[in-house]
């Protein structure tokens, strides 16, 4: 190759080595600090823990879970961060809820680990131990014939407050409270299903940003692979003295 086209070549390359250096920079930037994150994943604890910023979450909306609830009369029974709530308010703790009542004057609540019996004022008077009454999860719950019945497996029993025992029943002519969605402006989807893990992989491979942000990371790629052999012609080149 003659001289004169030699220095034409390393000019247009050192050129364009700026340029494209400038356009993969946060690009680059990005994919590093995200796999540095990911080489540390275990230590950072990242993988158990759920963002829940509605911008971080924009690609996933699909995965996120409405919170379920009791209607009751005006207001919602739900369960939230371990807590029993009346809307916002916090009545008591609650691990999950999964089953409600309302007798004449209190109100059955399962918590899946514990019973809870409510006044209708929604105030705490009982709390009650579900194994022992049964090992097995209660699947339903109704008011019927003054009395709370319970749905153990495949069958049904009346709970006696008095004796704290479980007598066999028939099944309830009225179907049990079902779970429902909260309406939105009382409590937002939560993020329970995707990690900063997986958003830091979405952001490294560009998943992230949707199908066209996997070939903004794939140009990237091949800018940086032009940088590694531009730069290496221009140091080569000068090292030759042309």
């Known amino acids: 190759m003659k001289t004169s086209t030699r220095r034409q070549l390393r000019f247009w390359l050192h050129k364009w080595h ?14 590093t600090l995200t796999g540095l994150l990911l080489n540390h994943i275990a230590a950072t604890g990242l993988d158990r823990l759920y963002p829940q910023n ?17 209607a009751v009369d005006a207001h919602w029974l739900w369960s939230a961060d ?12 609650c691990r999950q809820l999964q089953g409600y009542a309302r007798g004449d004057d209190s109100q059955f609540v399962d918590c899946s680990s514990q019973w809870l019996l409510l006044d209708n004022n929604h105030q705490l008077l009982e709390v009650l131990e579900p194994s022992l009454f049964s ?22 029993f009346v709970l006696d407050l ?38 830091l ?18 140009v990237a790629a091949l800018i940086l692979l032009f ?8 140091w080569f080149s000068r090292k030759r003295g042309f």
Request: glycine share 6%; proline share 5%.
């Open 18 to 31: 700026r340029r494209a250096g400038l356009l993969a920079a946060l690009i680059v930037i990005l994919v």
């Open 54 to 70: 509605s911008l971080i979450l924009t690609p996933y909306q699909h995965a996120l879970s409405r919170p379920l609830g009791f």
């Open 82 to 93: 371990g807590q029993l709530r009346l809307d916002q308010q916090v009545l008591t703790g």
């Open 135 to 156: 090992e097995e999860p209660v699947t339903a719950v109704v008011w019927q014939d003054d009395a709370y019945q319970l749905q153990i497996g495949q069958d049904w």
């Open 162 to 199: 008095l004796s704290y025992q479980l007598t066999a029943a028939t099944a309830p002519a009225e179907p049990a409270a079902a779970l429902q969605v909260l309406p939105p402006e009382l409590a937002a989807a939560r993020n329970e299903s995707i990690s900063w893990q997986r958003v």
């Open 201 to 218: 992989l979405d952001l490294h491979s560009g998943r992230w940003f949707g199908s066209w942000g996997v070939w903004v990371v794939d």
């Open 227 to 234: 940088l590694a052999l531009s730069g290496a012609w221009i």
